[in-house]
């Protein structure tokens, strides 16, 4: 079965940093584009970063705070956020699309979301 699952969310301290893992069971990771997207309270879900099949490139629109990046021995994507503000707030998912990339933004496979509180 097909899955993935989120994980490194928790409360963080506005300028404080996570680690968001998406990590995937019965299928591997590196012949899927990932995109990361988060969702905040009463707004429409919004895309945060993404890396194309076999990383031949990666998209963050906030790359100075957002990267990302791919460990496909632990057939895991990791989201690494920085300088953290109130208003990245929100459910972060990962999603995954066989053999496409980033433009395609078509994505078949969700997690169920982890969630991340940027609060003082």
């Known amino acids: 079965q097909l899955q993935l699952v989120e994980s490194g969310g928790g409360l963080v301290q506005p300028g404080g940093s996570l680690r968001l893992s998406c990590t995937a069971s019965?299928?591997?990771?590196?012949?899927?584009?990932i995109g990361w997207f988060r969702q905040a309270p009463g707004k429409e879900r919004e895309a945060v970063s993404c890396?194309?099949?076999?990383?031949?490139d990666n998209y963050s629109p906030d790359s100075l705070r957002f990267t990302i990046s791919r460990d496909s021995a632990k057939n895991t994507v990791y989201l690494h956020m920085n300088s953290l503000k109130p208003e990245d707030t929100g459910v972060y998912y990962c999603?995954?699309?066989?053999?496409?990339?980033?433009?395609?933004?078509?994505?078949?496979?969700w997690g169920q979301g982890t969630q991340v509180t940027v609060s003082s």
């Open positions: 999603a995954a699309e066989l053999f496409s990339l980033c433009d395609s933004g078509r994505f078949t496979f």
């Open positions: 890396i194309n099949m076999n990383d031949s």
């Open positions: 019965g299928f591997a990771l590196r012949d899927y584009a």
